[in-house]
């Protein structure tokens, strides 16, 4: 009896110990990567199509989050990243090899409101944002907005502020814009994933912000443009620097990033709010894929290098059908040669 | 003579002394020895999550010091974090939760245990307990599609129309804050009171309810001043486990408390609670500071239930002295 139980645990062990061997068998690769919640649609949908492609390739994409991801990235538990929003200097300091940024795709933050009565496209301006997310402006039919909106007749209802309670990507460009369009925003409050909103309420999630933009008579809030897009929201035009009222689409989204691949620095960690071009939007933002510059193994960096390259050729097609901004094509010249800089 | 112990014959150590190895393979110590490890355990785990917080929180703990828990300011992009907004809106919606759910709670025990059929309490139970099952985030999405605009239409601005001369009932109604998250929780720990104290209540011995209609007593009067009397410390029990859940209870709230880190003495104003904000902020925090602020916002929330809960016990033996005759009624 003591033999047959010896021999079936040794059994067991074999198995196991097979199976683990099996499992990272030859050629296999796979990588593990964390980050923004933003571009997770289209993340999963190139990496099953890489792997569809090539099939001993695995990438597993965690959408913890854009700090979360820099975090993880930082501590080496993920081969590579995904952020919303540049890492900081600082940040980069912290890395143990260099980290290089790679746009992957376009997105915008967009005003979406609630006004009883108002059933069109209201007009914003900068200083009508930034007052109205200060707190200076605080109703409806406050010049500062009426001004943009001849004709529109609107309510002496209070402004109910909707923001994001969580650290957002989305947080991070709004609030970009209104640093670099109001010198009061940037002393007070500043840009980041999470700022100290002066007003309003906070929804969890573009899902809590858009509830409670459709709950609340007369709020305003921004969300996701795909979100909006796929929700069938209202949402408002925004000034651009040239004085055009420009609302958000695919069109215009790509027409600001093409505007900003002029002054792109070679890092790629720009920001494209508030950019020049007639018809660019003004509250856009790339979205980043953080790559270290050195792998230890060849057969992940090689993989990486691959996938980088298929994602800014085949991959980009697959953007719009999602709602998202493909790269312009100066910035995915430029991209092709940083992706030697991976070793 | 040496007798081989066996789990039938109890070990007689002074009469028998054993050997090491004897003496450790008894039945009864070897379910002494298990018995005490899962308790150590249990204090370890205790232990250690204690340790990580407060390691974890140094940084936070360092710069901030006792003003941590005064300052009013949470600005990331400044780096100045303070607790006091999130201390504020959890102690007032567990506060505005236990006002609603304990008079209901308990008076639906007191109706199920004493007044009620064998068969309704049972299924009426049963029910309750169902409530206790569901899941937070179904609570938080009733809450936001079902009560918010009940709240916003009807029931703040009534309250603010009869009785908006309190401090507490000022202000603009929009359907989610202080109250409605009150609300929600409430009916959240309504069952843990409910479940317990019903409990508790059966457990009155029978001859309790006896002696007291013998003497004379209605059937209401034998309840409320002879049975729940005996049955208070069970029913001020099922009060602190309902408010344990209402102070780390995350979700449901963080979605009708407005997630505003404001001090108000309204009850309408929006508002923001210590589980609410790691919640929404912890996934996305960068940078070590704000990180460390974050877990020490959780050494906080601990704190809070541990000197709550000490409160309790202090409360328990003070009225168990007093109902004994050692203090004087």
Not at chain 1, 136 to 153: E, F, H, L, Q, R
Not at chain 2, 298 to 312: C, E, M, P, R, Y
């Amino acid at each position: 009896m003591r033999i047959v139980k010896v021999l079936g645990v040794l059994a067991a062990v074999l198995v196991i110990a097979t199976c683990a061997t099996l499992a990272t068998a030859e050629g296999q690769v796979l990588l593990n990567a964390a980050g923004a919640t933003f571009p997770y649609p289209i993340y999963s949908k190139w990496f099953d199509l890489y792997h569809t492609a090539h099939s001993n390739v695995q990438i597993n994409y965690q959408s913890i989050g854009s700090g979360g991801g820099i975090r993880q990235l930082l501590d080496k538990t993920v081969d590579f990243g995904a952020s919303d929003g540049p890492m900081n200097d600082d940040q980069l300091k912290q890395a143990s090899v260099p980290i290089l940024h790679f746009p992957t795709v376009l997105g915008a933050a967009i005003p979406a409101y609630n006004v009883p009565g108002v059933q069109g496209d209201l007009n914003f301006t900068p200083e009508a944002l930034s007052g109205i997310f200060l707190g200076t402006v605080t109703k409806w039919n406050d010049p500062a907005i009426t001004s943009a909106n001849p004709g529109v007749k609107l309510p002496g209802d209070d402004i109910v502020v909707v923001h994001r309670s969580d650290g957002s990507g989305t947080s991070y460009i709004w609030t970009d814009y209104l640093s670099k369009v109001s010198p009061a925003w940037q002393s007070k409050v500043g840009k980041g994933t999470s700022v100290n909103w002066p007003v309003g309420l906070g929804g969890k999630g573009n899902e809590g912000v858009s509830a409670l933009i459709q709950q609340t008579p007369g709020s305003l809030g921004y969300v996701e443009l795909i979100y909006a897009i796929q929700n069938h929201m209202p949402y408002g035009k925004v000034k651009n620097s040239s004085g055009t009222f420009v609302k958000a689409d695919l069109a215009s989204v790509s027409a600001a990033a093409a505007a900003a691949s002029k002054y792109m620095p070679d890092d790629f960690r720009v920001s494209i709010t508030n950019p020049e071009g007639k018809a660019a939007y003004p509250i856009a933002s790339f979205t980043w894929l953080l790559i270290p510059s050195k792998f230890s193994d060849s057969a992940k960096r090689d993989v990486v290098k691959d996938f980088l390259k298929w994602m800014m050729t085949d991959g980009q097609q697959y953007c719009e059908a999602l709602a998202y901004a493909k790269l312009p094509k100066e910035v995915v010249t430029k991209e092709m040669k940083a992706i030697a800089q991976i070793q | 003579m040496a007798t081989t112990p066996n789990a039938a014959t109890p070990t007689d150590f002074t009469a028998n002394p054993r050997s090491l190895l004897r003496r450790w393979t008894g039945a009864d110590e070897i379910a002494h020895l298990i018995t005490l490890i899962a308790a150590a355990t249990l204090l370890l785990i205790a232990v250690l999550l204690v340790y990580q917080l407060w390691v974890l929180s140094g940084e936070a703990r360092a710069k901030f010091g006792w003003s941590f828990f005064v300052t009013k300011t949470w600005d990331p992009v400044a780096g100045e974090f303070g607790a006091l907004p999130f201390i504020y809106g959890t102690l007032v919606t567990s506060a505005v939760a236990l006002l609603i759910a304990v008079p209901l709670g308990v008076g639906a025990a007191i109706f199920l245990a004493e007044l009620a059929t064998p068969r309704l309490s049972s299924s009426l139970t049963f029910v309750s307990d169902l409530l206790a099952a569901v899941p937070s985030v179904i609570y938080g999405l009733l809450g936001v599609f079902l009560l918010v605009p009940v709240m916003r239409t009807t029931i703040q601005p009534g309250l603010k129309a009869t009785l908006g001369f309190l401090p507490f009932f000022k202000g603009p109604a929009y359907g989610i804050g202080f109250l409605t998250a009150g609300i929600v929780l409430a009916i959240m720990i309504v069952p843990f009171v409910l479940s317990v104290s019903r409990e508790v209540l059966l457990a009155v011995p029978r001859d309790q309810r006896e002696a007291a209609l013998a003497l004379g007593a209605t059937k209401w009067e034998s309840t409320w001043k002879v049975v729940v009397p005996a049955a208070r410390i069970g029913i001020f029990g099922s009060v602190f486990l309902a408010l344990a859940r209402a102070l780390g209870e995350t979700m449901a709230v963080t979605m009708v408390i407005g997630n505003n880190p404001k001090i108000a003495a309204s009850l309408f104003s929006p508002g923001y609670s210590i589980a609410s904000v790691l919640a929404n902020e912890f996934s996305e925090a960068t940078g070590n500071l704000y990180l460390s602020a974050l877990i020490e916002l959780g050494l906080v929330l601990f704190l809070l239930t541990f000197v709550l809960n000490g409160l309790a016990r202090l409360l328990i033996l003070v009225t168990t002295a007093r109902g004994s005759g050692v203090l004087p009624t």
